[in-house]
């Protein structure tokens, strides 16, 4: 079955409205730097009450936040709803700032992949989407959703189709294990949300957006290492029961490994992972030979080249 990708690809670009000319790793990166560099700067502290400026000035009402407004409660789960719409909006930003490789071959290839690694995850109340980022920097994204992405750079350094499963069931292990929706509600971000319901925002898309800042600020903070470890142990799991070799993702992370430090591709990489290095080190104590005996298949031949 044919995947309309390009369909995905115009669909989300609409949404996120922001031009297909900006480079992708430039825009992510100075959001980053923002973020690291933002300075602190101190509110100036409230004026003692007085007499004159109490009866001056009428106490402030703290805003009422309905929890139940679009769903998004503090300690509550995300719906399923507002999961696809979150991830649609940041696929949407994603999309537009670079866009997809215009290779339908390719395009389908890696969704036809991706989507038998992610049927080992049992979100199956998702709809799996993946896609191919016209981009030479090394790395790879994952939404809330079953948004997908890895770059044109990460995927040419690719050496079989057991890697690219391993590099895919780490994302799709972000998805499964609702790694991004964890951070939305334990960082500062959930305070975006009190802004659109107490203002009686109607458009809910726009209180997703204000939520989610433009899809490159939670790329920007990144996961927490556990959560990439645990996304590294997950998804050679997920591999491993779709029949891969499960040392593909540890070849693509020793690769990676391999790469001088001032790489600029791998620049955004360092700034929201742990070194591969030190995942390829906490991996293989994590497995610790459990799956010495697991056997799967690389299907180098069948791998797709990028032409």
Excluded at 53 to 80: C, H, V, W
Excluded at 138 to 152: L, R
Excluded at 160 to 188: M, P, T
Aim: charged letters at 25%; glycine letters at 8%; a neutral charge.
């Amino acid at each position: 079955m044919k995947i309309k990708w390009m369909v995905l690809a115009v669909s989300l670009f609409a949404i996120s409205g922001a031009s297909a000319e900006f480079d992708f790793g430039k825009l992510l990166e100075e959001r980053i730097n923002q973020e690291l560099n933002k300075d602190k700067k101190t509110q100036p502290a409230p004026a003692p009450a007085t007499p004159q400026n109490a009866a001056a000035t009428p106490p402030q009402e703290k805003p009422k936040i309905d929890a139940r407004q679009l769903g998004f409660a503090l300690f509550g789960d995300y719906s399923l709803e507002e999961e696809n719409r979150i991830g649609k909006q940041i696929a949407g930003d994603l999309l537009g700032a670079v866009q997809l490789v215009r290779d339908d071959k390719l395009q389908n290839y890696v969704n036809l992949v991706g989507n038998w690694v992610a049927l080992q995850s049992g979100r199956t109340d998702i709809t799996w989407r993946f896609g191919v980022l016209d981009t030479e920097d090394i790395n790879a994204f994952a939404a809330p959703g079953g948004y997908i992405f890895v770059t044109k750079g990460l995927y040419r350094r690719l050496n079989n189709e057991a890697e690219l499963a391993g590099v895919l069931g780490h994302e799709i292990a972000h998805v499964s294990q609702k790694h991004h929706l964890k951070v939305l509600k334990q960082s500062s971000l959930i305070g975006e949300l009190g802004k659109a319901v107490s203002s009686k925002a109607k458009d809910s898309d726009q209180a997703v957006q204000n939520l989610i800042g433009n899809g490159a600020e939670i790329m920007a903070r990144g996961l927490d290492k556990n959560a990439e470890f645990e996304a590294d142990r997950i998804g050679i799991v997920y591999a491993a029961r779709a029949g891969y070799d499960p040392w593909g993702l540890p070849g693509v992370l020793q690769d990676m490994a391999a790469l001088p430090a001032k790489d600029s591709r791998t620049s955004l990489l360092y700034k929201t992972h742990p070194h591969p290095a030190d995942r390829l080190a906490a991996l293989g104590e994590a497995v610790n030979g459990r799956l010495d005996a697991v056997s799967g298949k690389d299907l180098a031949k069948r791998f797709y080249r990028i032409r």
